[in-house]
């Protein structure tokens, strides 16, 4: 009966292990508040997941070196463990209860995408520990009740729907014809919802509307579609990889088109990518780098864009920017509470009114940010093409361009 | 028997005390008992069958879906829970709550018994890779298909009902969780192990030895494949619905009709632990998430590359598994007589 | 406003209008057929490697689509440093051949002759290490190769092929050609297939099948590179999208039988006009579900079929 003897002995070192291993971290550790976060390292969603994780990093590392979190007269430093959580969302579930239940921890970061962000949220708020959120947009994450939920973003809704009201205008107020192609996944369907609802409004027709499968790399048969219908508008979202391949294929398709509005231009790169062909598009941004907003840890936008290149070597997108502002306000909220309870701390999150050189945030009862317009830019690129640019367009205050509408025909450009 | 009765109530009171001892693990611990569950019910397939199929993941996926449709759906209008723009919020009462679960537990299992018995006949005839592929396909399908119906949420995923406010503590519904996912792997095993021991075991080995032999002997192959089958959609529906629970938030194809993790992690902790056996799946199954979570730990980001490399290990170098394995080993501990004489005769070939 | 629960009625019309916009505007049938060709000739060049290694090795590989973009990723970086990424389908089969004589020494050769399950599980754990180490080599980032060929408009610009896409399609044509005359003619093509018919044999008679072996999976990977280099001037290159591409050879292969080029390359093409088509009478969003229910209906067709002469597919 050895075998027998073998399980046994093996179940007794499982429950061994288990037991010794439960020394959980506290939540302050000497001089560090310990703070968990799930990114996605790896998977579909790792290029996003890294520019969360860095803009992470380059606040946190900004904070500690500026003085760190003062509670209670005594000066804190920032420590996030990281886990990766593979772009899977239930994966992202189980890490959310692992960083609680057996590390701890109890001031939460947001992972990358709504659907990633969803899967967390009621974990988290299971164990009435506060998360502050960046990348996660997804009106439905606001609309549950969540009270210890809180996104230094716009909804997803808002991503897109200025553009819409923008065609309107530009048509001479009258209803335009609007083609969509969303990815099928949480947040590309929430900016859907959201250019349902500013159709509805304006009294404009959907044509087109197709909700493309996440592993599909081929967008022909949409964009086929679009060209035998003509429609005003064509909105794109899917991510850095649905960006991507919307350019090439319109561009290769001579897809003509006034208006092509998408997101996730900046995270895919894409003026850099596809240089000419990407002129034009008008791309729905959290942030831009040209944005007149302050704070006393990065300076003004131009200087966070300038250090994040130095750290990193390469633009912000927004994505990152945001990640950033999580860590400002969290840090302002501790200061605020001046505690670690996380009820307190909660609290002080909730009453948030500040600026950062992201943007001002306040936050709605449901944990939306409410102080903060959504920028579109487009991509204007100089003469010979040799140099692509996102220029503000909208809303009029940032504006360093204007808007190109309609779009130049393929055969003109 | 002294030893069997003795491992057997050590396993019993480890599962039922792991809650309070380790309460930080609880979470672990019942993933852990479904991943059993998924790992000992393919080994019906793949281990005493030889149908190695990679379609169990299609009942895992049904299942969480029927749980929490069924659970919402007898109290309010599915198609405005999962309304994308989520205007309405609802909250189940706590009898509500319990009576949903009930239902959707049970019909979690009970459907896709059946979609395994509807299909069974046209898939089962399939043989080798073929019907490796094919089971893979139905697999891939039923997350696409997931994702484009729209009153189960389509791409946006679904929200799981969540314990009533006001019946106890997050603690209590965790220890819920936990108990019922130990009770499914306590009854899964007893079931199958009694369940081998029976006429319908044997069946599946000479399915697996020759199933044209085992034909010719008059036993009716197909339809002890399709009770084969049914057995495990049952049990991996049930676990399917009680992982929907344990996650609160379900996606088409990552949490539900996840093939490439939990479709191919469960064929992985079979082999691992040993297919064809009894307990290898559970050994299997045990080993691997141990591996898996410390290196979720120790290995930021380069958890794949371990996991790609105990892969390859384990397939390439022990292919029969842990239990195979100390089975060569140890011959006489499985019950095998193996006489003195002949082992002396034994020569190494080669 | 187009309903997203409510009124499935008004979800049918406005799928209704679909249906008939292919049909109104005939251009478009002509459009899908073509963009269909030209991604089934993609497919079928990977599925043709794949045919080749499982007739020979008995081995299914689901880390094709790893050797795919890893192709790709040659060809990007030569994009990279100023080369023009099209020589990438000369240079990126090169490396990838040797990638692949690498991959069968270190692991395939111990899987050979074993159960086909066993390589499906060893390939897969090779496609997951092969993802991750690529996302740490080449970046998280979703990449893209220009090749500035420009589009050929026909129909007075009703329907337009980019001619990234021509391309690749011939270069994927003159491959195979090459690849039969070589199967063909050559002394390593002429062991190959003998190994292919009966290994055992093919050693008596001299034939050293391990380098047999070797040679064909460097062929497979060769052949994935060509692949991975039009992709990378055609669609988008990330290091986890590798499994499409495995999948469809899958499929490609299951649909023609193995060692059978005209049907690969017609079962290829045929898998994906059904791929445009089928977006355009039954959604977007129910395209790959389409294309999966459909091998699950052949086979099952195929198994119905045998069983009344009393054979299964084996």
Redesign the interface.
């Known amino acids: ?8 002995t ?3 070192a ?2 061994l ?3 010794t291993s ?1 020394i ?1 971290l506290a939540k302050v550790v000497g001089d560090k508040i310990v703070l968990g976060a799930a990114v996605s ?2 998977g579909k969603y790792s290029s996003n997941g890294v520019h969360t994780q860095n803009g992470y990093n380059i606040a946190v590392e900004r904070i500690n070196s500026m003085g760190g979190v003062k509670v209670d007269g005594k000066s804190y430093k920032f420590e996030i463990i ?3 959580d ?1 772009s ?4 992202a ?3 959310a ?2 960083l609680i ?2 590390d701890g921890v109890q001031y939460m970061l947001g992972p990358y995408s709504s ?1 990633l962000t ?2 967390m949220a ?2 988290t708020e ?2 009435q520990v506060p998360m502050v959120e960046a990348n996660g947009a ?3 994450l606001f ?3 969540y009270k210890y939920l809180f996104a230094v973003l716009a909804p997803a ?1 808002l991503y897109l729907d200025v553009a819409i009201d923008t065609a309107v205008e530009k048509n001479g107020g009258k209803p335009v014809r609007i083609a969509m192609a969303f ?4 947040f ?3 900016v859907r ?1 959201g250019i349902v609802e500013a159709a509805k409004r304006t009294g404009s027709k959907i044509i087109i509307d197709d ?1 493309l ?2 592993e599909l790399n081929d967008m022909a048969a949409t964009l086929s579609k679009v060209k035998a219908t003509k429609p005003d508008v064509l909105v794109v979202s899917g991510h850095t990889k649905g960006a991507l391949t919307a350019i090439r294929q319109i561009s290769e398709m001579k897809v003509d088109v006034p208006m092509l509005a998408m997101t996730h231009c900046d995270a895919a790169k894409l003026s850099k990518q596809h240089g000419k062909a990407s002129e034009y598009a008008l791309c729905a941004s959290q942030w831009h780098k040209s944005l007149s907003y302050r704070d006393n840890y990065f300076g003004g936008g131009m200087e966070y864009a300038a250090d994040f290149k130095k750290m990193f070597d390469y633009d912000p997108p927004y994505q990152s920017a945001e990640s950033s502002a999580a860590l400002l306000v969290f840090k302002d909220a501790f200061e605020r509470a001046n505690s670690f309870d996380t009820k307190k701390v909660r609290d002080a999150l909730a009453a948030t009114e500040m600026q950062t050189f992201y943007g001002n945030i306040k936050f709605a009862p449901g944990g939306q940010n409410i102080s903060k317009p959504m920028v579109l830019f487009q991509v204007i690129c100089n003469d010979d093409g040799s140099k692509c640019e996102n220029k503000v367009v909208a809303p009029l205050k940032w504006a360093s361009a204007e808007l190109v509408h309609p779009i130049p025909k393929w055969s003109d450009r | 028997m002294n ?2 009765t ?2 057997y109530a ?2 019993l009171i ?1 599962g039922l005390v792991g809650a309070f ?8 611990l019942s ?1 852990l008992y479904i991943l059993i569950v998924l790992a000992m019910t393919w080994d019906v397939q793949g281990g005493q069958m030889g149908y ?1 199929t990679f379609g169990n993941i299609l009942f895992f996926g049904v299942g969480m879906y029927v749980a929490s449709s069924v659970q919402i759906a007898m109290f309010f209008s599915l ?2 829970w ?8 609802f909250v189940h009462t706590v009898p509500q709550f319990f009576q949903g679960f009930a239902f959707g537990i049970l019909l979690s299992g009970i459907i896709p018994m059946l979609i395994a018995g509807i299909i069974g006949y ?2 089962l ?6 019907f ?3 089971t ?3 697999g ?2 039923a997350g ?2 997931a ?2 119906v ?2 189960i949420g ?4 679904m ?2 009902p ?2 009533p406010k006001g019946f106890g503590s ?1 603690e209590l ?1 965790s220890q819920f969780l936990y108990y019922l996912s130990f009770a499914l792997a306590v009854i899964t095993f007893t079931f199958l192990k009694w369940a081998y021991s029976t006429r319908f075991g044997l069946v599946l080995n000479a399915i697996r030895d020759n199933e044209d032999k085992a034909e010719a002997m008059g036993i009716y192959t197909m339809r002890y494949k399709i009770i084969g089958w049914m057995v495990s959609a049952f049990f991996v529906g049930l676990a399917g619905g009680i992982m929907g629970h344990i ?3 379900i ?1 088409p ?3 539900a009709f ?1 093939g ?2 939990f479709g ?1 992690f469960m ?2 902790m079979a ?1 691992l632990g040993g297919k064809g056996t009894l ?1 290898g799946p559970l ?1 299997g199954a ?1 080993i691997f998430h ?1 591996f898996k979570e410390s290196f ?2 120790f290995f ?6 371990a ?6 290990v ?3 170098y022990f ?1 029969e598994g842990i ?1 195979g394995w ?1 089975r060569e080993k ?1 011959p006489e ?2 019950g095998e007589v193996i006489d003195e004489a002949d082992r002396k005769a034994q020569v190494t070939l080669k | 406003m187009l309903p ?3 009124g499935h009625f008004f979800k049918y019309l406005e799928k209704y209008f679909m249906d008939f916009l292919i049909f109104q505007a005939p251009m478009l049938m002509v459009q899908a057929s073509i963009d269909g060709i030209l991604l089934g000739i993609l497919f079928a060049l990977i599925a043709y490697g794949m045919a080749l290694q499982w007739g020979v090795m008995n081995i ?1 590989n689901i880390a094709q689509g790893e050797l795919v973009i890893m192709g790709g990723y040659i060809a990007y970086f030569m994009y990279l440093s100023g080369i023009h990424p099209a020589f990438g389908v000369i240079v990126s089969p090169i490396i990838m051949y040797f990638v692949g004589v690498g991959m069968y020494k270190l ?1 395939i050769n ?2 050979v002759d ?5 390589s ?3 390939t ?10 690529m996302n ?1 080599a080449f970046g998280a980032d979703v990449v893209v190769a220009q090749s500035n060929f420009g589009t050929t408009m026909l129909f007075d610009g009703m329907v337009t092929i980019p001619n990234a896409k021509i391309f690749s399609g011939l270069v994927c044509i003159i491959a195979a050609i090459i690849l039969v005359i070589y199967m063909k003619k050559s002394k390593l093509g002429r062991a190959i297939r003998a190994t292919a018919q009966n290994a055992r044999a093919a050693k008596i008679l001299g034939v050293n099948t391990e380098k047999v072996y070797a040679s064909t999976f460097g062929i497979n990977a060769a052949l994935c590179g060509i692949a991975g280099a039009c992709i990378a001037i055609t669609f988008t290159l990330h290091p986890y999208t590798g ?1 499409p591409y495995t ?1 469809r050879s ?2 490609i292969v ?1 649909i023609a039988g193995l060692g059978n080029l005209p049907a690969v390359a017609i079962s290829g093409m045929g898998l994906g006009i059904f791929e445009e088509w089928a977006d355009y009478l039954i ?1 977007t ?2 395209r ?2 389409a294309v ?2 459909l ?2 209906i052949i ?2 067709y195929r ?2 079929k045998l ?1 009344k002469k009393r054979e ?3």
Request: proline share 2%; glycine share 8%.
């Open positions: 009966m050895k075998v027998k003897n073998f399980i046994i093996f179940i007794s499982i429950a292990l288990l037991s439960t959980s390292l790896t990281y886990y990766d593979e899977n969302s239930g994966r579930a189980q890490l209860e692992r239940k057996q659907g969803k899967a009621p974990v299971k164990y997804s009106r439905s609309t549950k009740g809704n990815e099928q996944d949480a590309s369907q929430d919802l909700k499968p996440k | 030893r069997n003795l491992l050590s396993l480890f001892v380790f309460p930080a693990y609880k979470l672990q993933f190695n198609s405005e999962t309304d994308a723009g989520g205007e309405k919020t046209g898939i005839g399939l043989r080798g890779h073929y490796a592929i094919c893979l396909a139905l891939i399908a696409e298909i994702g484009g729209e009153i389509a791409g946006q995923g929200t799981v969540v314990w997050n519904s996650n609160g938030y996606e194809t990552e949490i996840a490439p993790t191919v064929v992985l082999i307990w050994v045990t141990i979720w730990t930021l980001g380069w958890q794949y590359v996991l790609g490399v105990l892969i390859v384990i397939v390439v292919p239990m100390l140890y501990r499985f | 997203s629960n409510r299914i692991v111990k899987v074993r159960d086909l399950f066993i499906i599980l060893a897969f754990g090779i496609s997951i290490l092969a993802q991750q180490l740490f499994l999948v899958f499929m299951i959604g969003e129910f790959i579900a999966f229910s091998l699950v086979l099952v198994r119905f069983s299964y597919l084996k």
